[in-house]
Each structure stands twice: as structure tokens, then as C-alpha cells.
């Protein structure tokens, strides 16, 4: 069974330009979570999603947004880029009925310049 | 809110030592516990969960981990490193909504 996927995995940007991030779940994964990692904050949850509906949302500005589609594929987009924006971001799919377990793809790398 | 300590940014051992890397938690509720670890420029990989049921939880890559809920801890350990094992290792408990809270991460260093 085929992996997580995310494209594209490395980006460059300008502050100002916004971004669109695309993953796909694993086949049959409902669930579709976001989430930031840099090396000072860590890895932080942006959002998740399930059934095409927005379930929880972590603390972060309205410039990060995200939808997902009836295929359960997602997409996260970030407006305004500003230089801190800049991280590795990592999609995650779940099953549903199976909490928290979750199975991440390899990231898209995110620079803004 | 539930949160995560992992003790100790980098961890050395020796080929063939034993792997020991630390995790605490905090959580009001029953807590899913999870180890996952990260290669360079990679995402990351589930080695082993803790949902219910027995304590001591074998995952992958010969790695197990034990949830001591009178301690709050859930220690990742295995009986003989390997290079292979060099990585970065992230605990994570099960947050509010299905969501994953995760500590800093600990970087694992094998010496030959």
C-alpha cells in the first residue's frame, strides 16, 4: 500500500507570495492532519481534517488554512509568507475509528526568503 | 492540556549498548502514547503505540517501550544499538481532539 504522499517536497518563496502544500492519505485514510515542524518550536499541529470538514485547529494565524477533498486529499495554504513561516511541513493520515494513530508523509520543505 | 518531556536533546551509546531514551507526559485523561523517529530529511516513521491493554509494547525495528502510568512515563529502550538506529526520536502523547502532542525530540548518536 503506497504512503503518505506530499508535493512538492522542497519550495522557495518570497515574503509576501503565499503557497499551496498538496498531500495525499494513505488509501482508505479519512483523516488528514498538518502539521509544522522548525528546530525552535518543534513540531506543532496545524489542523485536521476529516470527511471534508475541519475537526480541530491548532493555534496558529489566519494566514494558515487548509481544505480537503472527497478523495480525502488536502491541501494547506499559507498567505502572506512571512520568514518565519519557513519549516519542514508534514501531512499525517489516519483511519477512522483508530484515534491518533497516524502515518506522515516525507514533508515539504518550505524556505521564504 | 497535555505535553510532553523528552529528557535529554542528544543521546550517545556504543554499537551493541543498550538504547534507553526518556519520555514523561502530562495528560487529564487516559493517555494514546506513541514513539516515532525521523531520519534526515525525511518524515516521520511510527515505531510503536500504547493504546490499552498490556503495558509493555513491542514496535519495530527490535525497539519496545513500557507505559508506567504511576510515573507518567512511557521509556523507549532497546537491547543492542545499531548504526542504523542514529536518528532523531519524538515522543508524542494524544491531545485534545486527534490531534499529537510531541516533546522536543531526542537525538540518538551510535558510536563504532
Known amino acids: 500500500k503506497a504512503g503518505v504522499t506530499q508535493t512538492p517536497r522542497y519550495l522557495i518563496k518570497t515574503r509576501g507570495q503565499q503557497v499551496t502544500l498538496s498531500c495525499s492519505p494513505i488509501s482508505g485514510h479519512r483523516s488528514v492532519s498538518w502539521y509544522q515542524q522548525t528546530p525552535g518550536q518543534g513540531l506543532q499541529f496545524l489542523f485536521e481534517y476529516f470527511s471534508e470538514t475541519q475537526r480541530n485547529k491548532g493555534n496558529f494565524p489566519g494566514r494558515f488554512s487548509g481544505r480537503q477533498f472527497s478523495n480525502s486529499r488536502s491541501e494547506m495554504n499559507v498567505s502572506t509568507l512571512e520568514l518565519g513561516d519557513s519549516a519542514l511541513y508534514l501531512c499525517?493520515?489516519?483511519?477512522?475509528?483508530?484515534?491518533?494513530?497516524?502515518?506522515f508523509g516525507p514533508g515539504t520543505r518550505l524556505t521564504v526568503t | 492540556a497535555q505535553s510532553v518531556t523528552q529528557l535529554g536533546s542528544h543521546v550517545s551509546v556504543s554499537e551493541g549498548a543498550l538504547v534507553l531514551l526518556r519520555c514523561n507526559y502530562s495528560?487529564?485523561?487516559?493517555?494514546?502514547l506513541f514513539w516515532y523517529v525521523q531520519y534526515p530529511n525525511q518524515g516521520l516513521q511510527l515505531l510503536l503505540k500504547y493504546t490499552t491493554g498490556a503495558t509493555l509494547v513491542k514496535g519495530i525495528n527490535g525497539f519496545e517501550a513500557e507505559f508506567k502510568k504511576s510515573e507518567t512515563s512511557f521509556h523507549l529502550t532497546k537491547p543492542s544499538a545499531h548504526m542504523s538506529d542514529a536518528a532523531e526520536y519524538f515522543c508524542?502523547?494524544?491531545?485534545?481532539?486527534?490531534?499529537?502532542?510531541f516533546g522536543a525530540g531526542t537525538i540518538l548518536r551510535v558510536k563504532s
Open positions: 499525517a493520515s489516519g483511519r477512522a475509528g483508530v484515534s491518533y494513530e497516524q502515518y
Open positions: 495528560s487529564s485523561v487516559p493517555p494514546y
Open positions: 508524542a502523547v494524544s491531545g485534545d481532539g486527534n490531534k499529537l502532542v
